[in-house]
């Protein structure tokens, strides 16, 4: 039987259900873990049920609580919300130290069990050693001190970067260039100075628009120096204390600690990736650098290269007087209902669903929208997604895919939902590309919550594949012919393909520099962790000068404001990783036929439904007929 969606409250109750579901939730956990504690099952599968059971309510609240707290119209909702995503994380956390519990499944007799039962207890175990449980006591006390310290530094080095907003003042006729909404809004003051900050809105129009080289280049190098000096001691620290963690619970170094829950596998490998990807840039990148110098010498005659602080300009420059795309034109194409229609229409015909509009629930606001999802060979209900896909006060500000329950046979049904900010009226396609892109990961959640294992249900997989399917679902976003079954302007005329093909030509260009840029950030990522060095500018001066192709500008300390080694540490890769799987796996599409059912079903069913019951690399493997390569992502780069 078909498990039934959940109902969630109307406003008036949310803040009492919040409450008492995740109340409820923890209470039964704590249950599960007691029992397990002092009267397990004897068999391993009765015990590794009764650990699934604990890790379904636990999720359960962590996912309702994840949810809410960033989408809910209601502060207070949103309060609850928060404390109990945090409640089911320190439960989470004691659980992976507790060593009763431990013991239980390291005594276990696995004879009995079949292979994905044995893969979940090997999880099981692998998640509880990764903590350090089954060290002596002195270093699981260091390995809850280094935790505790890592998380403050994390949290500390993250608000520097948010706090250290700095400015530069410029009069007027010096920001000739800017988008006139830009200057709107960006008035001068008495003494006839705009004050420029380094945040998102100001830095990135600036460098990239604005004519005066001077004003790019104030702002580029403070932008270059948020964090610093106050992120440095706590940079050498975090790098240390992760070291430390790593070689405590039996690991050469971090990156191999890091590396060994994920597809790449080894630390090592990482470096030999990194390189991998600089060499296939290289020639790509020389050409991506030839362009643009040759249009920045009409301006500065005697260039030999560029850095960071004219880069983003000429690039943007040489995009708009060689590919002429109107970003204006462009966006009477993509009215919003019919890109959310067609995003449906298109994802429903590659993958068989259906997606049935749900009336009679009540949604947590009212520009939500609901749909039961089903397949369409045999009509079963898979699942249930919400699409929150405007801004509102208090929400979310980026573009994610949340979970909203776990789907496990049997017992609860997967349902999911889309958190974007886009407008309600004509998008950018930028933005249709990111709803695809997010849409992947709903589409995957949904497929992957049919298994009898809440370990391996959903995006369960390895953390440097999660983003590949979803990357691939962007290629349909870039389809002249896909767009034109949804891409109408006021008169009803689809988007001209030459249109198309111009904004991929426009969208191509770059991609050597771009691929190195993440390259140097990559290398930092990695070798950081590694050499734990004692100066981190000259050291990423090295880096910078090996894989990017902008160059260093004096006294800048780019790494103080990068705030990704605190939530990647020394996985930065794993974006463009996922990236070349995500390529090689679309290869196997017929470009003509981007719909051809036998291979979509072969992806649906093979890839995305398998969740994290099988290793990515053999996931992959299987689907393709032969393990992954790089080649498709050469041909994309050099194409
Ligand atoms: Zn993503």
């Not at 519990?101 to 044995?118: E, K, N």
């Not at 992806?603 to 994290?612: E, I, S, T």
Request: glycine fraction near 6%; include cysteine; charge should be negative.
């Amino acid at each position: 039987m078909t498990p039934t969606p959940l109902n969630l409250p109307d406003a008036e109750h949310a803040e009492d259900w919040v409450r008492t579901r995740a109340a409820d939730g923890l209470a039964r956990t704590r249950e599960l873990a007691d029992r397990l504690r002092t009267d397990p099952p004897a068999d391993a599968l009765g015990a590794l049920e009764v650990w699934d059971e604990l890790s379904l309510e636990l999720s359960n609240v962590a996912a309702v609580g994840s949810l809410l707290s960033n989408v809910h119209p209601l502060e207070a909702v949103r309060d609850v919300a928060e404390h109990a995503e945090q409640d089911a994380m320190r439960l989470q956390t004691e659980l992976n130290l507790d060593r009763a519990i431990y013991d239980v499944f390291a005594g276990l007799d696995r004879a009995d069990l079949d292979a994905q039962a044995g893969r979940l207890l090997d999880k099981v175990l692998e998640s509880f050693t990764r903590s350090g449980v089954d060290r002596d006591d002195e270093t699981r006390a260091r390995v809850a001190a280094i935790n505790e310290r890592v998380t403050e530094i994390d949290q500390e080095f993250g608000r520097n970067i948010r706090d250290d907003v700095r400015t530069i003042r410029v009069t007027t006729d010096r920001l000739a260039g800017m988008p006139d909404d830009w200057l709107a809004a960006h008035p001068a003051d008495d003494a006839g100075l705009v004050t420029v900050t380094t945040d998102y809105p100001d830095a990135i129009p600036v460098r990239m628009f604005a004519h005066d080289p001077e004003v790019r280049r104030d702002l580029t190098v403070q932008f270059l120096t948020r964090g610093w000096p106050q992120n440095e001691p706590l940079l050498t620290e975090l790098f240390d204390l992760r070291h430390e963690m790593a070689t405590l619970v039996g690991y050469d170094d971090w990156a191999s600690y890091d590396a060994d829950v994920k597809m790449i596998g080894k630390g090592p490998a990482i470096p030999e990736f990194i390189d991998r990807i600089a060499a296939a840039a290289e020639s790509p990148m020389r050409s991506d650098l030839e362009a643009l110098l040759e249009r920045y010498r009409r301006d500065v005659p005697d260039a030999t290269g560029i850095d960071s602080a004219d880069g983003p300009y000429y690039q943007e420059l040489v995009r708009k007087e060689q590919y002429d795309v109107d970003s204006q034109q462009v966006r009477t194409y993509f009215g919003f209902d019919r890109v959310r229609q067609g995003l449906l229409d298109v994802t429903g015909r590659l993958f068989g669903l259906r997606y049935d509009p749900v009336t009679d629930v009540v949604l947590w606001a009212d520009d939500v929208t609901a749909y039961d999802v089903h397949r369409v060979d045999d009509d079963a209900h898979l699942g249930r997604i919400f699409l929150d896909l405007h801004p509102r006060d208090g929400k979310y500000k980026h573009a994610a895919q949340f979970t909203l329950t776990e789907g496990v046979t049997g017992r609860q049904l997967p349902e999911g939902v889309l958190v974007c900010n886009f407008p309600a009226g004509l998008m950018e396609h930028d933005h249709v590309v990111t709803l695809f892109h997010e849409f992947g990961h709903l589409v995957h959640h949904v497929l992957a919550g049919h298994g009898r294992w809440t370990r391996f249900a959903g995006v369960s997989t390895e953390w440097d594949f999660v983003e590949a399917p979803s990357q691939m679902l962007e290629e349909w976003a870039w389809d002249a012919a896909v767009l034109r079954t949804f891409a109408t302007d006021g008169a009803g005329e689809p988007i001209p393909a030459e249109l198309v093909e111009r904004m991929r030509w426009a969208d191509d260009y770059g991609k050597g520099v771009q691929a190195r840029t993440q390259m140097f950030y990559a290398s930092m990522s990695y070798f950081f962790h590694i050499e734990r060095p004692a100066d981190l500018r000259a050291r990423m001066v090295e880096l910078q000068e090996r894989y990017s192709p902008f160059a260093y500008i004096d006294d800048t300390r780019m790494f103080a404001s990068f705030g990704h080694l605190g939530g990647y540490s020394s996985a930065y890769y794993t974006y463009m990783w996922s990236l070349v799987i995500a390529k090689d796996l679309f290869s196997a599409f017929d470009p003509d036929d981007l719909f051809a059912p036998e291979v979509a079903g072969r992806y649906r069913d093979g890839v995305l439904a398998a969740g994290g019951s099988k290793d990515a690399a053999d996931l992959v493997a299987d689907f393709l007929g032969r393990p992954y390569k790089f080649d498709a992502y050469a041909a994309w780069l050099a194409r």
